[in-house]
């Protein structure tokens, strides 16, 4: 199971932090996928990393702004974002598939198989 926290409304600009905490599973088997879904469009990848922590990628969209990162002590996953804009208005959701041991990240949905149920980020002023 995967819960995500952390959303909120924000101003242009500010930022927020997001986590997503696992349960009934080893954390540190699993990579973690963050996705997003804006009102009326289709859900869009917006980074990963993989079992350890060693590998990490972000959309294009989001790059230099987005940073993930991992705790597999605490079976958390994070997603910090800065400068945020209001088109990152979205509901957020992170995903997970078992990959211990790759040094890659997958970044298309059906590739995950484990879902949470999304947290809701708001930027407007």
């Known amino acids: 199971q995967l819960v995500e926290s952390g959303g909120g409304l924000v101003q242009p600009g500010g930022s927020l932090n997001l986590s997503c905490t696992a349960s009934?599973?080893?954390?540190?088997?699993?990579?973690v996928g963050w996705f997003r879904q804006a009102p009326g469009e289709e859900r869009e990848f917006v980074g990963a990393?993989?079992?350890?922590?060693?590998?990490?990628y972000t959309a294009g969209s989001v790059k230099g702004r987005f940073t993930i990162s991992r705790d597999n002590a605490k079976n958390t996953a994070y997603l910090q974002m800065v400068s945020l804009k209001p088109e990152d208005t979205a509901v957020y959701y992170c995903?997970?598939?078992?990959?211990?041991?790759?040094?890659?990240?997958?970044?298309?949905?059906?590739?995950?198989?484990?879902w949470g149920q999304g947290t809701e980020v708001t930027v407007s002023s």
């Open positions: 995903a997970a598939h078992a990959g211990y041991g790759d040094a890659y990240v997958k970044v298309f949905e059906y590739e995950y198989n484990y």
């Open positions: 009934g599973r080893t954390f540190s088997n699993y990579a």
């Open positions: 990393i993989n079992w350890s922590g060693f590998t990490t």
